[in-house]
């Protein structure tokens, strides 16, 4: 969500690329549903790995994970920029449908309310 976000936002000013230490194969249905119902056009988003981005040369590298002292995060040769925004992890939410969107929608705004507050303050 954080790249088509940043993306929409930006208005395509920058270069987004989105990627995990573990992807699962796939865009999760309601990160695209949730872009959607925010009225964000999610596009063909894929399911990738940070390691296809190893060699090229960030000016900034920013890690959404919740968890982030359990988690693998990446190492570039460029030192970019780092930051660190702790988003909960909407994939990992259970119960009602209800329950489900409403945690994706507080990562949107969450993601949102970063993305303004560091690109658009």
Request: aromatic share 10%; net charge negative; charged share 20%.
């Amino acid at each position: 969500m954080a790249e088509m976000l940043l993306n929409h936002l930006g208005e395509r000013r920058y270069e987004v690329f989105s990627a995990g230490s573990c992807p699962k194969g796939q865009v999760h249905p309601q990160s695209i549903a949730t872009l959607t119902r925010h009225g964000i056009d999610p596009g063909q988003p894929r399911s990738q790995s940070w390691e296809e981005f190893t060699e090229i040369n960030f000016d900034l590298v920013i890690t959404v994970c919740d968890q982030a002292a359990g988690e693998t995060c990446p190492l570039f040769p460029s030192n970019p920029q780092m930051l660190h925004w702790s988003i909960p992890d909407p994939a990992k939410a259970t119960g009602t449908e209800e329950e489900i969107n409403r945690a994706f929608d507080e990562a949107f705004h969450l993601l949102k309310t970063c993305i303004e507050k560091e690109f658009f303050p």
